[in-house]
């Protein structure tokens, strides 16, 4: 029996999805509600949460993993390091990026936005100092956090859980890393 490499499954699931898709909005465009339009959307939604539902454990688990996979000490703040300089150069090349081409194709240019466009920066809000910022993303609570969707708390209580699974028992440790897995 002859059967798609998965590549070319997902391709031509994709490539049916958006001709469906285009029949559907020009044959059934501003149909009325409780139609296959509305189950459709229903069952996008659906999807979209499910994949949301998965972030955070996925993360999570991830997370701590790879941080008490490394091991502690040296291992941990070489790596480390080399991810810190990786995260600046990546942005760095990203704002560079973005400013020259917003400089040469200077999108919005062409726009007269008049009275509308006025921007009233007294809604702005500061972000506080670098110890504000340090002190929020320790999380109070893992569970609140994890709940109300605070990465930079759930990746912070991931670390320094992955880092405590470095300094216990190798035995402990490695029936938590397990469950972790």
Not at 45 to 52: A, D, Q
Not at 157 to 175: C, E, M, P, R, Y
């Amino acid at each position: 029996m002859f059967k798609l490499k998965l590549h070319w499954q997902i391709f031509i699931a994709m490539g049916i999805g958006a001709l469906l898709g285009l029949i559907y909005q020009n044959i059934y465009h501003g149909s009325p509600e409780g139609s296959v339009y509305q189950m459709i959307i229903s069952l996008g939604t659906i999807f979209i949460r499910l994949l949301k539902m998965v972030i955070v454990p996925l993360i999570f688990t991830s997370i701590v993993t790879g941080v008490s996979g490394i091991g502690g000490g040296k291992n941990l703040g070489r790596i480390g390091m080399k991810t810190f300089f990786y995260y600046l150069t990546t942005s760095l090349c990203a704002i560079l990026i973005g400013l020259t081409l917003t400089n040469i194709i200077q999108p919005g240019d062409s726009v007269n936005l008049g009275a509308q466009g006025a921007f009233d920066y007294s809604k702005l809000q500061n972000s506080g100092s670098l110890a504000d910022i340090l002190i929020r993303m320790i999380p109070l609570n893992p569970f609140q956090a994890a709940s109300s969707g605070d990465m930079l708390g759930i990746i912070f209580f991931a670390i320094f859980l992955g880092v405590g699974l470095t300094q216990i028992d190798t035995k402990h440790s490695n029936i938590l890393r397990d469950f972790f897995s």
